[in-house]
Nanobody, 116 residues
Framework: QLQLVESGGGLVQPGGSLRLSCAAS????????IGWFRQAPGKEREGVSC????????NYTDSVKGRFTISRDNVKNTVYLQMNSLRPEDTGVYYC?????????WGQGTQVTVSS
């Protein structure tokens, strides 16, 4: 079983940057793909980015391509989401999700607010 803890959210001005972290407990972290999702007020949760267990494959939703970068450190059991050129529409609660074909775990989320 994995436990996931997100951190790094906060209030930032448009054009600013944040780096989110998703720290996992559990010795099987390196076998899980990890996704970042976000949920804005009144909207459904949407996928933002994901990374394969080895880190060799990544994907991004179109709205964040070229601005966000996902990475992972399997020694530290941590996945990162570097977010640059932030926009007000990036505001929301960001969640990380660890998944395989058999298991699926969520963190509690971290708030990101982009506002002047």
């Amino acid at each position: 079983q994995l436990q996931l803890v997100e951190s790094g959210g906060g209030l930032v001005q448009p054009g600013g940057s944040l780096r989110l972290s998703c720290a996992a407990s559990g010795y099987t972290f390196q076998y899980y793909a990890i996704g970042w999702f976000r949920q804005a007020p009144g909207k459904e949760r949407e996928g933002v980015s994901c990374i394969s267990p080895s880190g060799g494959n990544t994907n991004y939703t179109d709205s964040v391509k070229g601005r966000f970068t996902i990475s992972r450190d399997n020694v530290k059991n941590t996945v990162y989401l570097q977010m640059n050129s932030l926009r007000p529409e990036d505001t929301g609660v960001y969640y990380c999700n660890a998944f395989t074909l058999l298991n699926n775990y969520w963190g509690q989320g971290t708030q990101v607010t982009v506002s002047s």
